[in-house]
């Protein structure tokens, strides 16, 4: 099992930049890969950005391209979102997720963040 916990969520302005954390326990994540995710009120989950735990290969919705960076940090466990130039169409809850390599089902999730963008 894989415990996510997210961080780093709240309200900002229109502009701003934000960075989400993930912190995971459980087990080691050398065989993941961890993915962020966001839905806004009435909307579907959408996917925004992944990060391939050994080799650090990243990938990234069309629409976040260039706005959000993943990274991730071995020695906390830990993954991040960092997101700039903010809006108010950003605001949504972000999950992390992570799920094992060739597996195409995220199997882990945490509890989410709230990220809310005031214009």
């Known amino acids: 099992q894989v415990q996510l916990v997210e961080s780093g969520g709240g309200l900002v302005q229109t502009g701003d930049s934000l960075r989400l954390s993930c912190a995971a326990s459980?087990?080691?994540?050398?065989?993941?890969?961890m993915g962020w995710f966001r839905q806004a009120p009435g909307k579907e989950r959408k996917f925004i950005a992944a990060i391939r735990w050994n080799g650090g290969r990243t990938y990234y919705a069309d629409f976040v391209k260039g706005q959000c960076t993943i990274s991730r940090d071995y020695a906390k466990n830990t993954v991040y979102l960092q997101m700039n130039s903010l809006k108010p169409e950003d605001t949504a809850i972000y999950y992390c997720?992570?799920?094992?390599?060739?597996?195409?089902?995220?199997?882990?999730w945490g509890q989410g963040t709230q990220v809310t963008v005031s214009s």
């Open positions: 459980g087990r080691t994540l050398s065989s993941y890969v």
């Open positions: 997720a992570g799920r094992r390599v060739g597996i195409e089902t995220y199997e882990y």
